[in-house]
């Protein structure tokens, strides 16, 4: 991450990605309003054909099929951009004590530390069988301040559901920053 995403990030208080992490990350969202938006196409041109034929597809029928994908891509993407959002953690410790939390932490869940700097830590989670491939859980230090996300990796393979472990990586990171956790347990 650049200073300048995560001072964007801080800013808007969205985790910003860069381009093919959007597209991963929003690619199921694109997908379902891409076949809600061409299923009407081919159900029109199989309709022209089948009108010489006297055959007769109502428009009606025709929303009535490509509705219910497009309705499902904005909920898609509405949930996916929201799961973005980034989460302020209260914590009186210094950015060297965070670090040392957050190492220990990950060894205990079985976590890899993927890049770790003064500004930001970026962790990835191996969940074994499941039906994702991993979440990366993003640190940010920004102005004394502490900011939290994770979400489905968005460098591995499109996903949107994470069984509740994104909620949990945030909790346990708020948990043992705010001093509430314990790393011996």
Not at 35 to 55: A, D, K, T, Y
Not at 96 to 121: D, H, M, P, T, Y
Not at 146 to 167: L, M, Q, T
Request: hydrophobic letters at 45%; charged letters at 15%.
């Amino acid at each position: 991450m650049t200073a300048a995403q995560i001072r964007r990030s801080v800013e808007k208080q969205k985790l910003q990605l860069n381009r093919s992490q959007r597209f991963n990350h929003f690619l199921v969202a694109h997908g379902t309003l891409f076949v809600g938006l061409c299923l009407p196409s081919i159900i029109f041109l199989n309709w022209l054909i089948e009108l010489r034929f006297n055959s007769v597809l109502s428009v009606f029928q025709v929303i009535l099929f490509s509705a219910p994908w497009i309705v499902a891509s904005i909920l898609l993407y509405f949930y996916q951009k929201r799961v973005l959002s980034l989460s302020k953690v209260a914590t009186p410790l210094k950015v060297s004590e965070i670090r040392q939390i957050l190492s220990g932490l990950a060894q205990r869940e079985g976590w890899s530390v993927l890049n770790s700097n003064k500004a930001f830590v970026v962790m990835k989670t191996h969940p074994g069988f499941t039906w994702n491939w991993g979440e990366k859980i993003t640190i940010l230090f920004y102005k004394e301040e502490v900011w939290v996300n994770s979400i489905c990796d968005p460098d591995n393979e499109p996903a949107v559901y994470s069984s509740g472990r994104n909620k949990r990586n945030r909790r346990l990171i708020h948990q043992f920053l705010s001093g509430n956790g314990h790393l011996n347990g």
